[in-house]
Antibody
């Protein structure tokens, strides 16, 4: 069965950088895009960007451009999301999610990781 | 950028009620819209894609409709497991995605 397993919770000081990993299983890693979505405490979902797991191509939300980098390692079937220059506003649960890849223009997210809580605090 | 709004922000309902949530887009997204359910401390779950297509395994009491700028998610008979927050998401502006702010369905 499809699963996306993320790395564990982190506490980071302001100004630091963050790396969250996402390791899917149950399907061919390179066949699907991976998206990253975050959710601040008590708030809604915020899309951050995606990575093409085959080519490594990326697209980031304008809000995060210059501060986020999404990569993947096909040798270990793992996707990564790096976020730099952290502030308290980056305190959130970070999710990875698989884009369905259904035919046509369908780009919804059918499987999600369990979430990684990131706390930015001095 | 396409902005999404949802109404109401909170909805109080009872088991067995018919519940309707509305999602509006600031410009047409055709039918490229999905609905997700999220329970506290859990990841979102896909319910509906392409505005009205039911995701495999999702109970048939969930349905979606709409096109262009106005969409609805309907739960025909609310069950105890349905108390959650619901989000719409547009992907017409691919490669850019936008979520709505969410609608919390709680117990009346």
């Amino acid at each position: 069965q499809v699963q996306l397993v993320q790395s564990g919770a982190e506490v980071k000081p302001p100004g630091a950088s963050l790396t969250v990993s996402c390791k899917p299983s149950g399907y061919t890693f390179t066949d699907y895009y991976i998206h990253w979505v975050r959710q601040a405490p008590g708030q809604g979902l915020e899309w951050m960007g995606w990575i093409n797991s085959k080519s490594g191509g990326t697209n980031y939300a304008e809000k995060f451009q210059g501060r986020v980098t999404m990569t993947r390692d096909t040798s270990i079937n793992t996707a990564y999301m790096d976020l730099s220059r952290l502030t308290s506003d980056d305190t959130a649960v970070y999710y990875c999610a698989r884009e369905t890849g259904r035919e046509g223009n369908n780009h919804e997210f059918d499987f999600w990781g369990q979430g990684t809580l990131v706390t930015v605090s001095s | 950028d396409i902005q999404m709004t949802q109404s109401p922000s909170t909805l109080s309902a009872s088991v067995g009620d018919r519940v309707t949530i509305t999602c509006r887009a600031s410009q047409s997204v055709s039918t490229w819209l999905a609905w997700y359910q999220q329970k506290p401390g859990k990841a979102p779950k896909l319910l509906i894609y392409k505005a009205s297509s039911l995701e495999s395994g999702v109970p048939s009491r969930f349905s979606g409709s709409g096109s262009g700028t106005e969409f609805t998610l309907t739960i025909s008979s609310l069950q105890p497991d349905d108390f959650a927050t619901y989000y719409c998401q547009q992907y017409n502006s691919y490669p850019i995605f936008t979520f709505g702010p969410g609608t919390k369905v709680d117990i009346k």
